[in-house]
C-alpha cells in the first residue's frame, strides 16, 4: 500500500496503467485521453496544457504556444517555461544586446543614407554647371587654375573623401569597432575581478591546514596522524576526512556535509548546486543543457513537496 501510495501520481485513473516517469504519463494522457490533460499539472507549472477537442490542437496556457503535436507543447515547455532566475537574467540581457544591436544598425542605415543623398545632390550641382565653390552659375574657363574642364571626368564621393584625407567614415565601421572595444573591455574587467577574487590569505590557511595533517617528504604526502602515504594532494585530504575525526569549519548552506578547506567546499557547491539555466518542473535537478534537461524528464519520477493526490488523470 506504501508503494502504491508513493507512485500513485505516476498511474492513469482511467486505464489503470502504471509509468515510470512524468514525461511517460503525460504523453500517455495526450495520446489516449487528451481531453483530460486539462487537470493534469505539469509539476511547478501547473495546468500548463489543455486540448481543444473541436480543432484537436494542444494549447500551452502560459503563452497560448499552439499544436496539434503533443511533443512539441512539452519541448516548448521545458525550452521556454522552465527558466531558472540564472536563465531569465540571462534571456534578458540576451533580448537587451539585441535590441541595441539594431538600434545600432538603423542609425548607421540612416547616416547612410543622408550621405548618399547628400552625395547624389552634389553630383547633380556639378553636372549642371554649378560651381559648388562659390554657389554661382558662370561660365567656367577651360584649362583655368581652380577649375575643372569640361571634358574633364568628375571626381565621385569617393574619391573626394580619399583626397580629402579619409573624409566621414562609414558609421557601421564603427559601430563594430566600437562593439570590438567594448567586448575586450569587459574581458578584460572579467579577468581583473577573477585576480581579485583570488585571496591570497585564504590561500596561507589552506596551507597551515595541510602543514598541520600532513608532512611533504620523498616526493609523498604524509598523514601526521596515521603515517597513511599518498601522491595526490586531495587523496591525502580525502583520507583525512574520512578515516580521521578532525574539525571541519566550512560547511554546506544546501546540504549537511562539510569540509576542511573553503576551496573544497567551493568546488562541492559549484560540483552539486550549481544553478543551471533550466530547472526540472518536477524536482530540483537544473543544467545549463536543453538537451540533458530532456534527457533528465524523461527519467524523472520524483513527486514534489506537499503535491496531493491528483484529480482525474
Known amino acids: 500500500m506504501s508503494a502504491d501510495a508513493e507512485d500513485s501520481h505516476l498511474h492513469c485513473l482511467a486505464c489503470q496503467l502504471h509509468f515510470k516517469s512524468h514525461s511517460a504519463h503525460l504523453t500517455h494522457m495526450a495520446n489516449t485521453h487528451p481531453a483530460r490533460l486539462d ?7 501547473g495546468n500548463a ?10 494549447h500551452c496556457s502560459l503563452c497560448f504556444y499552439t499544436s496539434n503535436y503533443y511533443p512539441l507543447i512539452y519541448d516548448h515547455l521545458l525550452a521556454s517555461h522552465c527558466l531558472s532566475e540564472k536563465g531569465r537574467e540571462k ?36 553636372e549642371e554647371g554649378e560651381n559648388p565653390d562659390n554657389g554661382k552659375e558662370g561660365e567656367w574657363e577651360e584649362g583655368g ?18 583626397e580629402e584625407g579619409g573624409g566621414e567614415r562609414n558609421p557601421c565601421d564603427i559601430s563594430l569597432k566600437r562593439k570590438r572595444s567594448s567586448a575586450t573591455d569587459t574581458k578584460d574587467e572579467d579577468e581583473e575581478e577573477e585576480e581579485e577574487a583570488i585571496d ?6 589552506e596551507r597551515e591546514v595541510l602543514d598541520r595533517y600532513t608532512l611533504f617528504s620523498g616526493n609523498r604526502y604524509v598523514c601526521r596522524l596515521c603515517g597513511w602515504k599518498s601522491k595526490m ?17 566550512f560547511s554546506c548552506q544546501h ?51 506537499g503535491e496531493g493526490s491528483e484529480g482525474e488523470g
Not at 263 to 275: E, G, Y
Request: hydrophobic content about 30%; aromatic content about 6%; proline content about 5%.
Open 49 to 58: 496544457v489543455f486540448y481543444q477537442p473541436t480543432a484537436r490542437l494542444f
Open 39 to 45: 487537470g493534469l499539472p505539469v509539476g511547478r507549472l
Open 233 to 249: 594532494k586531495g587523496f591525502i585530504m580525502s583520507h583525512i576526512v574520512r578515516s580521521h575525526n578532525v574539525p571541519k569549519p
Open 91 to 126: 534571456e534578458e540581457r540576451v533580448m537587451e544586446e539585441s535590441v541595441m544591436e539594431e538600434r545600432v544598425m538603423v542609425k548607421g542605415e540612416m547616416v547612410k543614407g543622408e550621405m548618399l543623398k547628400e552625395g547624389e545632390r552634389v553630383k547633380g550641382e556639378v
Open 200 to 205: 591570497p590569505t585564504q590561500e596561507q590557511k
Open 145 to 162: 587654375e581652380g577649375h575643372r574642364g569640361r571634358d574633364a571626368p568628375l571626381r565621385g564621393s569617393s574619391q573626394m573623401q580619399e
Open 255 to 305: 546540504c549537511e556535509r562539510s569540509y576542511i578547506l573553503q576551496s573544497q567546499l567551493n568546488s562541492h557547491a559549484s560540483l552539486w548546486h550549481r544553478q543551471g539555466l533550466y530547472q526540472c518542473p518536477f524536482c530540483l535537478f537544473s543544467s545549463d543543457v536543453l538537451r540533458g534537461m530532456r534527457r533528465h524528464c524523461t527519467r524523472c519520477s520524483t513527486r514534489l513537496e
